[in-house]
């Protein structure tokens, strides 16, 4: 049997609750209309530090860039919420790290900039100690010292080239036999330890010396000092991300960072403009 009453009030109820989800609807759309990425320079990688979403944390914002880059939503459709992050409407997505485990390659996780547990804080110039170092790899790290103390921050690098002394609070840098299960490795480092000081030992593989380039050799001792520093892999989402840079370098890739985990191959190229910002942000 009907019952008027009751279907009458069910109408009005799903008129109500329509008009207030619309509202709600267009309001947060509104928030959103300023966001587009689209038309998104590299220059403005440099010049254009304002937050596109400012009322989103800065994991959501991860997801988000995510999604507009390897699912092809447009962010005009994207609406997160307390607890989901909504697609087109209906399609739902969950947040924080079951949207990483779930709904992603691993590989592609947020390629961002991220730092070691422990800083260089007990010392404001660090020793580079060359032990037997041939004169092609003295170069290397003299130059990439000279790269680092030239972004002006609050640690500097001074290459003392006397065989007679090791350091204690400074990097030791010697040849090193890798031994055959190890011999891609190019160089190696430590990272800063517990006490303040930065990684006392950096290696270099020898049987690399005829292969790189002057410009290849200096890359790699640029990569390694940052590792002595405090730098983990810019690609390797190891680590804890270094999150007071701008947006830009937060969110997206920066496949140009010196700390990308590759091969040095093409030379020394300089540091990337989030480099500049993360290395700013730890010194
Ligand atoms: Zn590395």
């Known amino acids: 049997m009907f019952n008027l009453n009751f279907i009458m009030k069910k109408i009005l109820f799903f008129l109500i609750t329509l008009i207030v989800g619309l509202t709600i609807f267009s309001c947060k759309k509104d928030a959103l209309q300023e966001s587009t990425l689209e038309n998104v320079t590299h220059q403005q990688e440099i010049n254009n530090d304002e937050e596109p979403h400012a009322n989103y944390s800065d994991e959501d914002r991860?997801?988000?860039?995510?999604?507009?880059?390897?699912?092809?939503?447009?962010?005009?459709?994207?609406?997160?919420?307390?607890?989901?992050?909504?697609?087109?409407?209906?399609?739902?997505?969950?947040?924080?790290?079951?949207?990483?485990?779930?709904?992603?390659?691993?590989?592609?996780?947020?390629?961002?900039?991220?730092?070691?547990?422990?800083?260089?804080?007990?010392?404001?110039?660090?020793?580079?100690l060359l032990h037997n170092v041939s004169s092609d790899w003295r170069n290397a790290v003299i130059a990439a010292a000279n790269e680092w103390n030239n972004l002006n921050g609050s640690i500097r690098f001074s290459v003392n080239s006397n065989?007679?002394?090791?350091?204690?609070?400074?990097?030791?840098?010697?040849?090193?036999?890798?031994?055959?299960?190890?011999?891609?490795?190019?160089?190696?480092?430590?990272?800063?330890?517990?006490?303040?000081?930065?990684?006392?030992?950096?290696?270099?593989?020898?049987?690399?010396?005829?292969?790189?380039?002057?410009?290849?050799?200096?890359?790699?001792?640029?990569?390694?000092?940052?590792?002595?520093?405090?730098?983990?892999?810019?690609?390797?989402?190891?680590?804890?991300?270094?999150?007071n840079v701008g947006w830009w370098c937060r969110t997206f890739s920066n496949s140009s960072s010196v700390m990308v985990a590759a091969l040095p191959v093409g030379g020394w190229n300089g540091f990337s403009s989030c480099d500049v910002q993360a290395f700013n942000a730890l010194y």
Do not use: C
Not at 109 to 128: A, D, E, F, G
Not at 210 to 234: N, P, Q, R, W, Y
């Open 62 to 128: 991860k997801i988000i860039n995510y999604m507009i880059e390897n699912f092809n939503y447009s962010i005009d459709d994207i609406i997160v919420t307390d607890e989901f992050i909504f697609v087109e409407g209906d399609i739902m997505y969950p947040k924080g790290k079951s949207f990483w485990d779930n709904y992603t390659s691993k590989e592609t996780i947020s390629r961002v900039h991220y730092r070691s547990n422990y800083l260089v804080t007990q010392i404001t110039t660090i020793p580079i």
């Open 163 to 243: 065989p007679n002394h090791s350091t204690t609070v400074g990097i030791n840098l010697q040849h090193y036999n890798y031994g055959s299960n190890m011999g891609h490795i190019i160089a190696s480092a430590f990272h800063p330890t517990s006490s303040g000081y930065p990684g006392n030992m950096m290696y270099i593989n020898d049987d690399y010396n005829g292969v790189l380039t002057a410009s290849d050799k200096k890359f790699t001792m640029v990569h390694e000092l940052g590792h002595a520093i405090g730098f983990e892999h810019t690609d390797g989402n190891h680590g804890s991300s270094i999150t």
